[in-house]
Nanobody, 122 residues
Framework: QVQLVESGGGLVQAGGSLRLSCAAS????????MGWYRQAPGKQRELVAT???????TYADSVKGRFTISRDNAKNTVSLQMNSLKPEDTAVYFC????????????????WGKGTLVTVSS
């Protein structure tokens, strides 16, 4: 099995910063893309940022210049530094990876964390 555990969410005032972290563990052979998605109340889940094992990062237009995604391949972690937070950034943030397992390898599969709540007050 593959487990993703997010941390770092919380309540912050507009203009403040938070850093989210996600640690992947378990039966992991290799990880391709790692990323963060978010879901605000009453809205669909949307991409925030992704970072492939090689190549350039991708950001939603709404977070460009404010958020920075990074990964540590040795530790199987991905982080999201969020600066200049706005009330519209309020959402549950989900970690996502595309990974291959050692046992019962069926190619790259999407895995999701349970989410961490970020609340930005005005």
């Amino acid at each position: 099995q593959v487990q993703l555990v997010e941390s770092g969410g919380g309540l912050v005032q507009a203009g403040g910063s938070l850093r989210l972290s996600c640690a992947a563990s378990g039966d992991i052979r290799t990880i391709n893309t790692m990323g963060w998605y978010r879901q605000a109340p009453g809205k669909q889940r949307e991409l925030v940022a992704t970072i492939p094992s090689g190549g350039s990062t991708t950001y939603a237009d709404s977070v460009k210049g404010r958020f920075t995604i990074s990964r540590d391949n040795a530790k199987n972690t991905v982080s999201l530094q969020m600066n200049s937070l706005k009330p519209e950034d309020t959402a549950v943030y989900f970690c996502n990876i595309m990974a291959r397992r050692w046992v019962l390898d069926s190619g790259y599969v999407n895995y999701w964390g349970k989410g961490t709540l970020v609340t930005v007050s005005s």
